[in-house]
Structures are given as structure tokens and as C-alpha cells.
DNA sequence: CTGAAAGCGCTTACAG
DNA sequence: CTGAAAGCGCTTACAG
């Protein structure tokens, strides 16, 4: 019944003694001819007798040649490596990988690579990435910034490498940049719950040092204040960075003598933390919640979470076609692209309050 | 309350006339040295007199002079660029994206940066991406392969490149491998439920051509006939690559004449495919359910999602570890490493069958 | 300890 | 249409 997957017989091996990769020399010298027709062949250069390029095709072929792309872009006018880096908070959090792949498909697209990494909020480790990136030469950046002075690119942007920034804007530099609306979206969250009947909205959210989270927390007290409620500071939770503290951060509210009757969760994992304590305290059905930033299977939890969703896929996509018309030589001033947010009802977000 | 984040006017701008990068020349002409002892300072060789040395540190940093990597790789004995690269599944699925992870996080503590791409299961892209980063001349290569045929890296492996497979085997070439013990994991999950009662349990996976899905599948065959049960092939449904298409399945089967008391869901998304059929038919706790692989939120549905675990974090540093072995010169004969799974009890899949 | 010459694999600029 | 010479930014191998 079973397939047998691989037939570890014809298992090809490499043996012990390495040998050495054919270069465009050993392609000339095995064609007859000189290395600047290899070159023209492999180039696409049309200006080739018929029967040399058929030669030279046939030896590529039988020593199994590559061109070394680092070499010819020693030498090559425009320098590019095809190659470009990209910092992301981490790599494994859904909304970087999915902004990540987004960004892969179009590089692809354009024969361009990505190397990839992760800063976990960490400025220094961003310096020394980008700095990893710059010293491997590639074409262009795009970031989600850590840190709060991004002069250090100053010299790198002049030298003709593209740099643009998604989900947090440069500081102390002038360049493109990706971002959501995120106070807007703050407000429409914070609103939402407001047209339910709620008074006491409590706000969760991530270190105030990350430039969305101040900004949704902006959100939040333009909402209040323009429906004429008081803010309660006792109310406000900053620098949740994790699950677990913004699990103990709403489990304490809850349990507080005065908790809230609803709660903006501004970040995605702030808003787990706050499903689990809800759940844990028996109270998903009777406190109202709106996450910032939709989470697989936010549908398929009793009650489903409401939530103000970014787009991090069109936000990848645009940001790397900016970095592409930029290398392409585009000299319009620095852009900045708002991607709007939308809220997205699923029930906890439905909820009243208690009369 | 709001703390500006970036000062706008104090941002720099690059202008409009390219500036190129300081070269070692530079660097030595400023210094008022030969480019060779430019070349010591900056590689920490120590036989340079030391006012020499600071002579040349001050220039450096007074040009931002960074050193071209992909220069020096193309002279130097190693050849090294330090950069390795990773074809994944997919790099937005979390699977691949914990794996990711890990492998950054050895690759950097070894200085080397990593390219990654996505395979989406097409054999062809697997091999154009291969030769895009072979063209780039990475260190090694990392890989959850889509072919079946893996005999085109042979003359890479043997210029030196390593090669590593995750997940799945490679075919037709030697090579060493990180896999998790499907087979057995498939046995474990079955076994579960037949522990529960069981009798009759479907089968749902992902297409049979990929290695893991036939794995499993052996496993569930295994845990059957161990068992002494029948196995009903109208219960077995290969081919569930999407979400829908395994919700669509399990909708099938659930409606059927003769449904299964128990699922077998042998793959992250047909299991949560199985998940979103049960609850929509209301048999999420008359009908058992034990997934393969661990999907975030599992404990938090009603009721928790049973599953076998794969450790992607643990695959991703062992095959990186590996790897740096063979590129620093490791001739042990190829390995092949098997990462055991884990069952996570957490409701679904302890419902016993209707009496 | 220091640097001028040669060369990595390729492309540019130039003769033939 | 073709190829020998020079050079990309750096390191190696070698004199001083």
C-alpha cells in the first residue's frame, strides 16, 4: 500500500574529495573559445555566431556551470546583487511572516533574494543586522524598525541602496515608509465598544517605546474623550510584551473592585493573554473585548473575537514594489502609504454591558 | 500624554547625487598606508605597529567604511560568504516559520545570514530557487524539499556546499536529514483513540506524494491492524492540502451513511479544517479528533485540540548545528536525525464512541 | 611590521 | 562577431 519514497540504492554520493566549481575559464577553454563569449552566451548578449553560443551552451551544460553572481557584480556597472535584506521583529510571529512572504512574491518576481532576520525589539540588534546586510552589499532594505535613530543609514541610502520602512516610521532619516492607520484604527476599536453601551474600556497594550502601540493608545483617548467618557488610568495597562503578562495584567483587572466592563486589546498577543484570562475567569460572555490585529482561528473561539485587522500582506507588497521603483531609479520626494485597518465583528465585541 | 516619536525636522536627507562607498583604497589614501595594512586592521590580524592601526581605525570610521564581503569571499582561500540558504514549505506557515526561527538563531551566533524562500509543494520551484542561491554562492543549503529528486545538487555538494534536508528525505542523493518520527507518531495518535474505544477512526492527510503524509498514513495503518480493526478505505481521504478542502472532507464523512466515530487529522491545516466541520455540525464533543502537529490556540478551543506535536524549534537548530559540522569540515559519514513527537492531551481526542 | 604585485571570476572598454 | 587587456574590492603569496 505504502509508496516507497526514495530508493536509497541510487543514492548518489559526493565522496570525500571536493571538486573545485567549473568556472567561465574551464566553459572557454572546454567551447574553444574566449571567456568575454562565454560571458556574451550566458548573458543573453545576441551578438554571438549561432554555432559558437551552441558550443558554449553545450560545455556550460556538461560541466554543469554556474556563473558566480558575487564575481559579476564586482564588476558590473549597476553593482546590484540582487539581493535584498529585510528586518522583521521576528520571523516567526505571523504578522512578520505573513508581511515576509508577501514581500518574497514580489521580490521574486524581480529574480531578487531576501535575507531575512529578527530584532525582537532590540536597537542595537537592528544596527548590527542591517549593518550584516549592508557589508553583504544587497540592493535595498525594508525594515520594522527597533530603534529610535536610523541616521546610521544615512550614508548607505546615499550610496544608492533602497531603504523603506514598514509598520513604524524612520526616525532622524528621510525615508519611504509603509504604515497602518493605527490610531485611526485605535479609535474605530475603542468606538465599537462604546456604541455596545460600555463606560469603563480598559487598555492593553505593548511597551509605549514601539511607535503603534502609543499610537493606538492615541486612538483609545480620542474615542473616550470624544464620546465624553473619563479615562481611568487605573484602566490603562502599557508594556504588555508577552502572553503571560497581559494574561496576569487582565486577570487583574478583572478581579480588581472596580473592573472593567469591556477591554482594547492593542497587539496580538495582548489579546490572547486577555482571551485566556477571560476564559480562565469564566467571563468571555460577559466582558467585552476587541483585539487590534486579526489572529488565525479568531473565528473559531466561543465567542469569536472582534477585531480591528491590519493587512499585512498588502502592506509587504507595496512596500517592496516602493523599494523596487527606487532602484529602478525613481527620484519622486519620500512617500509614506497609509493601509487602512478594518474592524471585524465576530461576537466578543457584541457584547453589553451589565445594565 | 503622546510621546512624539520622530522628530521630522531633524531628518536627514539623502539628496539627490549618488555618493559612493569608501573603498579599502580610500580608506588607506586617508590613512596614509598600503591597502594591505588597512586589509590587518580591519581583520584583527595583529602584526600592525599600533599607531598604524589607530591611524587607519580613525579613517575608517571617519569614510563609514565598510568592508565589501562579497569581495573578500571571491580572493579568500575559504570561499566563505557566510550565508546559507532555507527553502521552506511556505515561509508565512507557522511550521516553517518556528523552523526558521531556529535556524536563525544558530546562524547568527555563527555570523551568517540566512536566504529563505518558499517551495508552495512545486518540484520546479524548488530547483530554480536552489540555483538562484547556488548562483549567490551560499555556504549551504537547508532544505524541505517539494521533488523527488535531489541528484541535481550532487556537483554543489561535492564543490563543498552543505546540504541539509528537514522534514522530509532527500532522493536519489546522499545527504544528511532532521526528520520527526512520523511513522510512529501517526501509530501514537491512532492508538489514542482506539484506547478510547475507538473502532472506527477516518483517516484525513495531505497528498500522498508528499513524504510525511504517506508516513503518517503508514502509522494509522499500523495502529489499525495492531489493533486487529478493519480499515475502511471510504473513511481514508488523501489529498487535503487547504483548510476548505479538509473542512469540505470531513463534512463528507461526518453525513456519510456509515460516519466515523473518531478523525485522524494528520496534518496543521486539515485538522483545523476537521475543526471548523465539527463545530459547524455540532459534533465537537460527540466525535473525537487527534491532529498532527501543534497549532496555536489548540488548548484554547472548546474542547481542546488533542494532537501529536512536532518540535519544528528543535528540528531547526539540530539541522543547523549539523550543518556548521559539515562546513567546518565534518567527514562522518551522512546522518540522519530523527526528533521524536509528542502526544498534548487536551479534550478532542479523549471522547469516547457512542455505546 | 609593511606594502607592491598577482589573482579571485567576472564585466567593461577597446581593438581587431 | 570575437577576444586580449584592464579593473571591480579585496586577500594571498611574497619581498623587503
Redesign the interface.
Known sequence: ???V???EG???????A????ATIRDVAALAGVGIKTVSRVVNGVPTVAPELAVRVQRAAAQL?Y??????S??RRRDGK?L?IGLLLE?????FS??L??AI?DVA?AG?V??????LDEDAARERELA???????VDGLIIVPAG?DH?YL??E????TGIVFVDR??????ADAVLSNNREGGEIAVRHLIEQGHRRIAYMGDY?SI?TA?ER??GY?NAMREAGLPVDLSLVKHHQHTVAAADEAATALLLSDAPPTALFASQNLVT?GA??AL?RLALQHQVGLVGFDD???AD???PGTTVVAQDPATMGTLATELLFRRLAGA?AP?ETIIVPTRLIVRGSGEIPPPP
Chains 1, 2 share one sequence.
Not at 10 to 16: C, I, Q, T
Not at 113 to 118: D, E, I, N, P, R
Open positions: 500500500m505504502s509508496v519514497e526514495c530508493a541510487k543514492r548518489l554520493s559526493a565522496g570525500h571536493p571538486r573545485p566549481r554543469n554556474r556563473p558566480n553572481l558575487t564575481a557584480n564586482l546583487t539581493t521576528d520571523i516567526a510571529n505571523p511572516a505573513t515576509h512572504r518574497e521574486r529574480g533574494a531576501v535575507l531575512a532576520g529578527s549593518v550584516a546586510l549592508i557589508d553583504r552589499r529610535k541616521s544615512l550614508d541610502q546615499r550610496a544608492g516610521p524612520p526616525c532622524l532619516l528621510a509605549t511607535s502609543q493608545y492615541d483617548l490572547l482571551v485566556l476564559r489572529f488565525i482561528l473559531v473561539l466561543e527620484e519620500v
